[in-house]
T-cell receptor, first 113, second 111 residues
Framework: SQTIHQWPATLVQPVGSPLSLECTVE??????LYWYRQAAGRGLQLLFY??????ISSEVPQNLSASRPQDRQFILSSKKLLLSDSGFYLC????????????FGPGTRLTVT | QKEVEQDPGPLSVPEGAIVSLNCTYS??????FMWYRQYSRKGPELLMY????GNKEDGRFTAQVDKSSKYISLFIRDSQPSDSATYLC???????????FGRGTSLIVHP
C-alpha cells in the first residue's frame, strides 16, 4: 500500500512571502498526483494535477504554481502569498491501475498573516 | 445546481444509532462512487468504493448507489463516538480519474 507524506504539517507565513509545500509518495510508481485546498467549512478545491514528471495541469488561475521534479514528488509553490491563500492543503495520489479512488496525505495547514 | 450535493449538517446522533449519510448528483455519467472520512485537521481517508449501482458492505459500513435516482448513501450501524468526523462523498465518470467531491457532512456521535 502507498503512503503519502506532506511537510510541513503547519505553516504561518506573512503576506508577500514565498511558499513551498512538498509531497512525496511511497509504495507506488507513476501515480497521478493532485493538490487540493480545503477552506474552513468548504469542500475540496482542486488546484493542480500531474500525470507524470514535468506534466502539470492547472485547474484554478491564481498565484500558486506546482512542479513535479521526480516521479513521486509534487511541490506547490508561490512567489508572494496572499491572505486568501490560507487553508488546508492536501496532496492526493491516484495509483496506476486503480479506477478512480484517490488517497490523501495528512495535509499542511497554512495561515497567511 | 452543483454537480454533487451533500448536506453539511452537523448530524448529531446518540451512540449505537444507525446513521444515514447521503449525496445527490446530476451527472448521469458518474460510475464510480467513493466515501471518505475526515477527522478534524487530518487528510481524508478512503472508506468505501463502489462501481455502478448496488450495495457494498464492510463491517459496520454499507454503501448504496441508486443510479436511477442519482442518489448515494452511506449507512453506519452501531455508531460510535469514534465515528465522529466529516464524511465526504466523491464520484467520477468512467475514463476520468478526477473525482468530484461533495462538501462533506459533519457527524457527531455522542455517548
Amino acid at each position: 500500500s502507498q503512503t503519502i507524506h506532506q511537510w510541513p504539517a503547519t505553516l504561518v507565513q506573512p503576506v508577500g512571502s514565498p511558499l513551498s509545500l512538498e509531497c512525496t509518495v511511497e509504495g507506488t510508481s507513476n501515480p497521478n498526483l493532485y493538490w487540493y485546498r480545503q477552506a474552513a467549512g468548504r469542500g475540496l478545491q482542486l488546484l493542480f494535477y500531474s500525470v507524470g514528471i514535468g506534466q502539470i495541469s492547472s485547474e484554478v488561475p491564481q498565484n500558486l504554481s506546482a512542479s513535479r521534479p521526480q516521479d513521486r514528488q509534487f511541490i506547490l509553490s508561490s512567489k508572494k502569498l496572499l491572505l486568501s491563500d490560507s487553508g488546508f492543503y492536501l496532496c492526493a495520489s491516484h495509483p496506476p491501475g486503480q479506477k478512480s479512488e484517490q488517497y490523501f496525505g495528512p495535509g499542511t495547514r497554512l495561515t497567511v498573516t | 445546481q452543483k454537480e454533487v450535493e451533500q448536506d453539511p449538517g452537523p448530524l448529531s446522533v446518540p451512540e449505537g444509532a444507525i446513521v444515514s449519510l447521503n449525496c445527490t448528483y446530476s451527472n448521469s455519467a458518474f460510475q464510480y462512487f467513493m466515501w471518505y472520512r475526515q477527522y478534524s485537521r487530518k487528510g481524508p481517508e478512503l472508506l468505501m468504493y463502489t462501481y455502478s449501482s448496488g450495495n457494498k458492505e464492510d463491517g459496520r459500513f454499507t454503501a448504496q448507489v441508486d443510479k436511477s435516482s442519482k442518489y448515494i448513501s452511506l449507512f453506519i450501524r452501531d455508531s460510535q463516538p469514534s465515528d465522529s468526523a466529516t464524511y465526504l462523498c466523491a464520484m467520477s465518470a468512467g475514463g476520468s480519474y478526477i473525482p468530484t467531491f461533495g462538501r462533506g457532512t459533519s457527524l457527531i456521535v455522542h455517548p
